[in-house]
T-cell receptor
């Protein structure tokens, strides 16, 4: 069964460094999402992406963050100048259609630790 | 704005007992509701979803959920718990046009006692 994959599974970085989290969505999907979950808190929507541009973004997704589809298979989340509070699990998701009822398929996540 | 509340961060049941995980939502429009499960070191997997039509929704692994508009609830149940059901369960609501993403509850960790 097709699945969303994410690399790395764990990332440790120093405060102020830049990190890039990578995702490979399901191959025929067109809509991509990033979510994050700070330890002990809710899974929170960050951004949605379609046709090489951002569709929607939450208030969390400020200028520190950016997303890109650098090629036909990868979808990346870049976090510039990381802060301690960026430590979280980051989930990538994809869906085949843009509709409220459409199922989003999630990857296993990347656990980011900022020291 | 939509929100989801899951009562109980941890729920413990005996193997073979009824599983009941509670989810209440608030939404300004008719909601679309989802339950996801996360097993250790895996991604979120869809258990079931309610969009329109029948309010009792059946999902994978013997789980089902009932949408009750009057109670703004979408509780998840399973008649008989199995050890393999131990996982984190997330309730989510979709209110926007799909691009807005899902709004999740905090999750409930289900523990199965032998």
């Amino acid at each position: 069964e097709p699945e969303v994959t994410q690399t790395p599974s764990h990332q440790v970085t120093q405060m102020g460094q830049e990190v890039i989290l990578r995702c490979v969505p399901i191959s025929n999907h067109l809509y991509f999402y990033w979510y994050r979950q700070i330890l002990g808190q809710k899974v929170e929507f960050l951004v949605s992406f379609y046709n090489n541009e951002i569709s929607e973004k939450s208030e969390i997704f400020d200028d520190q963050f950016s997303v890109e589809r650098p090629d036909g298979s990868n979808f990346t989340l870049k976090i510039r100048s990381t802060k301690l509070e960026d430590s979280a699990m980051y989930f990538c998701a994809s869906s085949g259609r843009l509709a409220r009822q459409e199922t989003q398929y999630f990857g296993p996540g990347t656990r980011l630790l900022v020291l | 704005a939509q929100s989801v509340t899951q009562l109980g961060s941890h729920v413990s049941v005996s193997e073979g007992a009824l599983v009941l995980l509670r989810c209440n939502y608030s939404s300004s429009v008719p909601p679309y509701l989802f339950w996801y499960v996360q097993y250790p070191n895996q991604g979120l997997q869809l258990l079931l979803k309610y969009t329109t039509g029948a309010t009792l929704v059946k999902g994978i692994n013997g789980f089902e959920a009932e949408f009750k508009k009057s109670e703004t609830s979408f509780h998840l149940t399973k008649p008989s718990a199995h050890m393999s059901d131990a996982a984190e369960y997330f309730c989510a609501v979709s209110e926007g046009g799909g691009a807005d993403g899902l709004t999740f509850g905090k999750g409930t960790h289900l523990i199965i006692q032998p």
